[in-house]
């Protein structure tokens, strides 16, 4: 079950979108029709992996799967540091963080500029 928020990564792209919650994702069809590559993925506030639907309803509360593995911090700073390159926010190299909630938290701020 995604622990809420969550970000979504999209393979191949340095960009990260910050999700809030099951009720965001529901109403913006941007984000809940099936538009997802299979490698795209889902990284929620524990850090764990989902996949995202390929194909699905938005209704469907089943639609994101476990993938039984988590990314370490470590590596989703280096995710927020490169979207923050793209998002041409300064000082990207300098971020850094101890949680995951720190991480997401960023992806937010970053994505509110």
Known sequence: ????????????????????????????????????????????ASGALFSLPVASSPLNTDMFVSLDCRILVSEFVELIRKHAVIENYCCSAKLNAKTYQQVIAMVKEINSL
């Open 1 to 44: 079950m995604v622990k809420w928020p969550a970000v979504i990564k999209y393979h191949s792209e340095d960009e990260l979108i910050y999700v809030e919650s099951l009720t965001e994702w529901k109403n913006d069809p941007g984000l809940c029709l099936p538009h997802y590559e299979s490698e795209d993925r889902l990284i929620d």
